[in-house]
C-alpha cells in the first residue's frame, strides 16, 4: 500500500540524497508495508541522522527497506492527514507510529 506519489525508493541507496527542506515520509519493511509516517522541517537532516545514527537503536524503524517523501510546506498537517488516511483503510496506526503518542490538533 502505496501511500505518497512519490516512487518508492530503497532506503540506504538514496536516503542521503534528499534535500533540505520541509516534507513528510513514510518508511516501508521489506513486504513493503507502512511502518511509519513521519514529518520533519528539513528532510535531509533528518535523513543523515536516521542514516549515521541507525534510527537511534529505534528496533521498529530499523526494519526500513523503501521509503516515500514528499516536499510540503505543512508537513505536520500532512502527516496526521496520512495517520488518519492509513487507519481508515487498515483501521490500525503503523508499527513504528503505534509507539508514539500522534499529537491531534
Do not use: H
Request: net charge negative; with cysteine; charged share 35%.
Amino acid at each position: 500500500m502505496e501511500l505518497l506519489d512519490d516512487k518508492m525508493r530503497v532506503w540506504i541507496d538514496s536516503a542521503k540524497f534528499v534535500k533540505p527542506i520541509p516534507g513528510v515520509y513514510v518508511f516501508y519493511n521489506r513486504s513493503k508495508e507502512v511502518i511509519f509516517i513521519g514529518e520533519t522541517k528539513n528532510l535531509e537532516e533528518t535523513f543523515t541522522k536516521y542514516v549515521e545514527e541507525n534510527f537511534e537503536e529505534n528496533e521498529c524503524k530499523q526494519k526500513t527497506q523503501y521509503y516515500q517523501r514528499e516536499f510540503i510546506d505543512n508537513p505536520k498537517e500532512r502527516q496526521l492527514q496520512l495517520i488518519d488516511e492509513f487507519k481508515n483503510d487498515s483501521g490500525k496506526l503503523p508499527t513504528c507510529n503505534s509507539e508514539i503518542k500522534v499529537e491531534t490538533p
